[in-house]
């Protein structure tokens, strides 16, 4: 019987793609029908992703932790359910398959050890639920879109694929298959639906992103050349040294399991591998141990001191001196791929000053894929961060955290301060997103060791809900925009005004989403902000400081354009009509999520998402000495 997590998740990554594939079946001459079978399609998406949330809340609460409380049990944990499903699939009878432990693995290009693997925890699963929840409200706001009405709708669909693959992947290279795959959709989305400069800001965006994707495949390149032998369930490296022995005969079985190397993709691997290279590194290898079950449950005397990373059964020794050995356990190594990954990451985060192709392209694309952009593709950045880069190089990650917080504090000032003098609209939303995305890098950034890694917790954690937060402000606030544009056919900042006359109801919902912007207490957006103040404090005060004041920049260009925008009087927009039905129901969802993910933000998001935030800590916090 097949799995049903594998059922279930590689639903949800192709069922955009199927309805994209339905799309270039059905009539072009009926544009209505082809509108309807994209929504249905997306919000297909949107359901499947609800169920999967509910699998995976139950697969919280069936495993108690030591405390005998649900949901932060070692079991549930990402790494520890990817190990248990290698080590099942690898034994010499393979172990019967976990329907419910939502990893599903299947061997894809088999001579390089790459895998279809998916799998889903609370750092991933809040980010596909709010892909699949804006691209079915941009496929709604597209519903004006006029020419190439199939072509338009399927390239929406098949994005959607690739950013929810990029998001459940556990492979690198299917994690850069999808992360690429997203390349070819927007470039055409903008290019060929865009405004009058669309050309260039398309171009531009491709190079961008091009750069970033080379800096990934070269980090990928490198980290495949690790010899993992030691990393993994013995009984892989057992049976390759079987195969050894039938093509060299001569051999004996301990020369045999000598010449076996192990070159993976998978993140779980690589991790644990970065974990023992950054303790060499540190001068902490003593603390380096062998597991002694597949998943293991750390007791008390553990805390701080033994770090189990070398599979069961492995010689400590022996696995220690190959790992010594290999180019990976050198400070040069470790600092050379994660500023590749950084990089690579940095342009969709994005980071000053890699930032330059975002306004162009906001400018340029049409609002349902502004949303798109601003609400899901930026996010792409900061998970390869928190998936990728911290994990599987925490050593040079660790080094350079102070550097990496300055970064996002200069984000998030320069960001506002661009914001600040825009007169576009477009524009200054565009330049808002990378003030606020400087928040997620700040709390990623603020590494506490085990002592302190309270703090840093709430840093990522912060930082994960900032990333749901911007999601939902970004998208609608350029729905905005594109309201307005409707009917004023421009964005020009200082020919709005009195819009709040004609269009009550429009300027009510705006200024609840302007206000979560900003990060007024009791809406979305000072959750996550608030959280990484608390970790940046702790960290370096001398970041938080400017960080802080920031706040003050964006209260100031918020409410200065929601003045321009909406207060006073304007005979040229006196007579705009009020939000249509079709435009409430692309913004009326933004407004209620706005105000409950302020108001509850346990209930809604931290309580599903905080076991594997706690988990990434537990790796990586112990590492620093």
Same mark, same amino acid.
């Given at each position: 019987?097949?799995?049903?997590?594998?059922?279930?998740?590689?639903?949800?990554?192709?069922?955009?793609?199927?309805?994209?594939?339905?799309?270039?079946?059905?009539?072009?001459?009926?544009?209505?029908?082809?509108? !309807?079978?994209?929504?249905?399609?997306?919000?297909?998406?949107?359901?499947?992703?609800?169920?999967?949330?509910?699998?995976?809340?139950?697969?919280?609460?069936?495993?108690?932790?030591?405390?005998?409380?649900?949901?932060?049990?070692?079991?549930?944990?990402?790494?520890?359910?990817?190990?248990?499903?290698?080590?099942?699939?690898?034994?010499?009878?393979?172990?019967?398959?976990?329907?419910?432990? !939502?990893?599903?693995?299947?061997? !894809?290009?088999?001579? &390089?050890?790459? #895998?279809?693997?998916?799998?889903?925890?609370?750092?991933?699963?809040?980010?596909?639920?709010?892909?699949? *929840?804006?691209? *079915?409200?941009?496929?709604?706001?597209?519903?004006?879109?006029?020419?190439?009405?199939?072509?338009?709708?399927?390239?929406?669909?098949?994005?959607?694929?690739?950013?929810?693959?990029?998001?459940?992947?556990?492979?690198?290279?299917? &994690?850069?298959?999808?992360?690429?795959?997203?390349?070819?959709?927007?470039?055409?989305?903008?290019?060929? !639906?865009?405004?009058?400069?669309?050309?260039?800001?398309?171009?531009? &965006?491709?190079?961008?992103? *091009?750069?970033?994707?080379? $800096?990934?495949?070269?980090?990928?390149?490198?980290?495949?050349?690790?010899?993992?032998?030691?990393?993994?369930?013995?009984?892989?490296?057992? #049976?390759?040294?079987?195969?050894? #022995?039938?093509?060299?005969?001569?051999?004996?079985?301990?020369?045999?399991?000598?010449?076996?190397?192990?070159?993976?993709?998978?993140?779980?691997?690589?991790?644990?591998?970065?974990?023992?290279?950054?303790?060499?590194?540190?001068?902490?290898?003593?603390?380096?141990?062998?597991?002694?079950?597949?998943?293991?449950?750390?007791?008390?005397?553990?805390?701080?001191?033994?770090? %189990?990373?070398?599979?069961?059964?492995?010689?400590?020794?022996?696995?220690?001196?190959?790992?010594?050995?290999?180019?990976? $356990?050198?400070? %040069?190594?470790?600092?050379?791929?994660?500023?590749?990954?950084?990089?690579?990451?940095?342009?969709?985060?994005?980071?000053?000053?890699?930032?330059?192709?975002?306004?162009?392209?906001?400018?340029?694309?049409?609002?349902? @894929?502004?949303?798109?952009?601003?609400?899901?593709? *930026?996010?792409? /950045?900061?998970?390869?961060?928190?998936?990728?880069?911290?994990?599987?190089?925490?050593?040079?990650?660790?080094?350079?955290?102070?550097?990496?917080?300055?970064?996002?504090?200069?984000?998030?000032?320069?960001?506002?301060?661009?914001?600040?003098?825009?007169?576009?609209?477009?524009?200054?939303?565009?330049?808002?997103? =990378?003030?606020?995305?400087?928040?997620?890098?700040?709390?990623?950034?603020?590494?506490?060791?085990?002592?302190?890694?309270?703090?840093? #917790?709430?840093?990522?954690? /912060?930082?994960?809900?900032?990333?749901?937060?911007?999601?939902?402000?970004?998208?609608?606030?350029?729905?905005?925009?594109? @309201?307005?544009?409707?009917?004023?056919?421009?964005?020009?900042?200082?020919?709005?005004? /009195?819009?709040?006359?004609?269009?009550?109801?429009?300027?009510?919902?705006?200024?609840?989403? &302007?206000?979560?912007?900003?990060?007024?207490?009791?809406? $979305?957006?000072?959750?996550?902000?608030?959280?990484?103040?608390?970790?940046?404090?702790?960290?370096?005060?001398?970041?938080? @400081?400017?960080?802080?004041?920031?706040? =003050?920049?964006?209260?100031?260009?918020?409410?200065?354009?929601?003045?321009?925008?909406?207060?006073?009087?304007?005979?040229?927009?006196?007579?705009?009509?009020?939000?249509?039905?079709?435009?409430?129901? $692309?913004?009326?969802?933004?407004?209620?999520?706005?105000?409950?993910?302020?108001?509850?933000?346990?209930?809604?998001?931290?309580?599903?998402?905080?076991?594997?935030?706690?988990?990434?800590?537990?790796?990586?916090?112990?590492?620093?000495?």
């Amino acid at each position: 019987m097949a799995e049903s997590d594998l059922t279930w998740l590689s639903l949800l990554v192709f069922l955009p793609a199927m309805c994209a594939a339905g799309l270039l079946v059905l009539p072009s001459r009926w544009p209505e029908l082809l509108r !309807w079978w994209a929504t249905f399609g997306s919000a297909g998406t949107l359901a499947l992703s609800l169920c999967v949330v509910v699998g995976y809340y139950n697969l919280l609460d069936q495993h108690l932790d030591a405390n005998g409380m649900p949901r932060h049990s070692v079991r549930t944990r990402l790494d520890s359910r990817a190990d248990k499903a290698a080590s099942d699939a690898a034994q010499p009878i393979p172990k019967k398959l976990d329907p419910n432990d !939502w990893i599903a693995r299947r061997a !894809w290009i088999a001579p &390089f050890n790459v #895998q279809f693997a998916l799998g889903v925890d609370g750092l991933s699963l809040p980010l596909v639920v709010l892909t699949a *929840l804006v691209t *079915l409200l941009a496929i709604v706001a597209s519903w004006k879109i006029e020419d190439g009405v199939r072509g338009y709708l399927a390239l929406l669909l098949l994005l959607e694929t690739g950013v929810i693959g990029a998001f459940l992947a556990l492979d690198f290279f299917l &994690f850069y298959v999808s992360y690429e795959l997203m390349l070819l959709p927007m470039y055409v989305l903008i290019g060929l !639906w865009g405004g009058n400069n669309r050309k260039y800001a398309a171009l531009k &965006f491709v190079v961008y992103t *091009l750069l970033g994707g080379v $800096c990934l495949l070269v980090a990928m390149i490198a980290l495949y050349s690790v010899n993992a032998r030691d990393f993994v369930d013995q009984a892989e490296v057992n #049976q390759r040294a079987a195969d050894v #022995q039938k093509k060299q005969p001569n051999l004996k079985p301990a020369e045999a399991a000598e010449q076996v190397e192990v070159h993976t993709f998978d993140f779980v691997t690589l991790s644990k591998v970065g974990r023992a290279v950054s303790l060499v590194l540190s001068g902490q290898e003593e603390r380096l141990a062998v597991k002694t079950a597949t998943v293991e449950v750390p007791g008390p005397s553990d805390e701080a001191k033994q770090v %189990r990373l070398f599979a069961p059964g492995v010689d400590r020794d022996a696995a220690l001196a190959r790992l010594k050995a290999q180019p990976v $356990c050198t400070k %040069r190594f470790q600092y050379l791929v994660f500023v590749l990954l950084f990089l690579g990451f940095a342009v969709k985060v994005p980071i000053v000053p890699l930032h330059s192709w975002l306004p162009d392209a906001h400018v340029e694309a049409p609002t349902p @894929v502004s949303m798109i952009l601003a609400g899901v593709l *930026l996010k792409l /950045g900061g998970y390869g961060l928190v998936r990728v880069a911290f994990p599987v190089c925490p050593w040079a990650a660790a080094e350079l955290a102070w550097w990496i917080g300055l970064i996002g504090v200069i984000g998030i000032a320069y960001g506002a301060l661009v914001a600040m003098g825009q007169t576009d609209f477009k524009k200054l939303l565009a330049y808002s997103s =990378v003030s606020h995305m400087g928040f997620v890098v700040l709390g990623l950034a603020s590494w506490g060791s085990a002592a302190n890694s309270q703090y840093w #917790q709430w840093g990522v954690s /912060g930082a994960m809900f900032q990333m749901v937060a911007h999601g939902i402000t970004a998208s609608a606030l350029f729905f905005i925009v594109g @309201v307005v544009y409707d009917r004023a056919h421009h964005r020009d900042l200082n020919r709005f005004g /009195g819009l709040k006359e004609p269009m009550p109801f429009y300027a009510g919902l705006s200024a609840i989403l &302007f206000f979560a912007s900003m990060g007024l207490p009791g809406l $979305c957006g000072f959750v996550g902000e608030f959280c990484v103040f608390l970790a940046a404090w702790n960290f370096s005060p001398g970041l938080a @400081v400017p960080a802080v004041l920031s706040v =003050v920049l964006t209260a100031a260009y918020l409410l200065w354009t929601w003045q321009r925008v909406y207060l006073g009087t304007n005979p040229a927009t006196k007579n705009f009509p009020e939000l249509t039905p079709r435009e409430a129901v $692309c913004l009326v969802p933004f407004v209620l999520l706005a105000i409950a993910l302020g108001i509850a933000p346990s209930l809604l998001l931290f309580n599903w998402m905080e076991p594997s935030v706690a988990g990434w800590i537990e790796n990586l916090a112990p590492l620093k000495p």
